[in-house]
C-alpha cells in the first residue's frame, strides 16, 4: 500500500513538474528556460526534478513526449473523420495547453530541433498515417493516395499554418484556418461519399473536447445534425482536464 502511494504522488509530481517546465519552455524558448524558473513554478525541490529528469534536455524531451501519453480522439466509424478531429482538437487546444503550445515551439526551434530528433514532428506524422492506412483499409481514400507521403505532407501544412498564426494573431485564428486546410486538401484524398459527411469547421475541435469532457464525467453527450460523429455544446467544455 505504502509503494502505491509512493508512486501515485511519484507520477502527480513528474506531471507537476512537466507542466511547469511547459510553461517556462514556452515563454522563453530552450535556451532561456532555467531549471530554477521550472523549480519556482512547480513549487518542488530541484532534488525532485533531477529524480525525474537527469537534464534540461531530458525535460525538455519529456515534454514534447507528454501529448502523446493521452488517448486521443473516440473512434469514429468514418477513419477519416477521426482523422479531422484529431487536427481540429489540437488546433482548439494549441492556445490553451502548455504542454501543445511547449511542443510546438521545442519541435521548430533551430537551436533544439537536431537534439530533440525532430521534437513531436516524427510522432505526429506517424499517428496520422496510421489513421489513413485503416481509411484506406475502408475504402475511404481515392486510389492514388499513399498514407505515408500524405500524412507528412498534412503535419507539414499544418505547422506552416500554426507558425503563420501565430506570428500574424497569436493563434487567435488557429481554428479557423486549420479548418480552411482541411477544407482544401481532404477533396485531393477522400472518396467523395466520405467527402460530403466530413465536419470540417472551425467549432469542429472544440465539439469534440466536450464530447470527451463529457465521456470522462459518465455525461451524455447530445449529438447534433451530424448523427454519432456529431458535436457537443460549446458549455459542456466546463472544467474539462487538457492534456
Do not use: N
Amino acid at each position: 500500500m505504502v509503494a502505491v502511494v509512493r508512486q501515485e504522488r511519484a507520477i502527480r509530481t513528474r506531471r507537476l513538474i512537466l507542466e511547469a517546465a511547459a510553461s517556462v519552455f514556452d515563454e522563453f524558448g530552450y535556451e532561456g528556460a532555467t531549471i530554477g524558473e521550472v523549480v519556482s513554478r512547480a513549487g518542488v525541490t530541484r532534488g525532485a526534478v533531477y529524480f525525474h529528469f537527469a537534464s534540461k534536455r531530458d525535460l525538455a524531451q519529456g515534454v514534447v513526449e507528454e501529448q502523446f501519453s493521452q488517448d486521443g480522439v473516440p473512434e469514429r466509424s468514418c477513419k477519416l473523420q477521426e482523422f479531422v478531429d484529431t487536427g481540429m482538437v489540437v488546433a482548439h487546444l494549441m492556445p490553451r495547453d502548455p504542454l501543445l503550445s511547449a511542443g510546438a515551439r521545442l519541435s521548430l526551434g533551430q537551436d533544439v530541433f537536431d537534439d530533440l530528433g525532430g521534437g513531436a514532428i516524427p510522432g505526429w506524422i506517424g499517428r496520422m498515417e496510421a489513421m489513413l492506412q485503416v481509411a484506406g483499409e475502408r475504402g475511404e481514400l481515392l486510389s492514388h493516395v499513399v498514407p505515408a507521403d500524405t500524412a507528412w505532407l498534412i503535419i507539414a501544412a499544418w505547422t506552416g499554418v500554426q507558425i503563420q498564426s501565430q506570428k500574424l494573431s497569436g493563434r487567435a485564428d488557429l481554428e479557423l484556418r486549420v479548418s480552411a486546410l482541411f477544407q482544401h486538401l481532404m477533396p485531393s484524398i477522400a472518396v467523395p461519399g466520405v467527402l460530403g459527411s466530413l465536419q470540417m469547421g472551425p467549432e469542429r475541435g472544440a465539439q469534440v473536447v466536450a464530447e470527451i469532457a463529457a465521456a470522462r464525467t459518465g455525461e451524455d453527450a447530445p449529438d447534433d445534425e451530424g448523427g454519432e460523429d456529431g458535436g457537443v455544446p460549446e458549455e459542456a467544455r466546463a472544467g474539462i482536464s487538457v492534456g
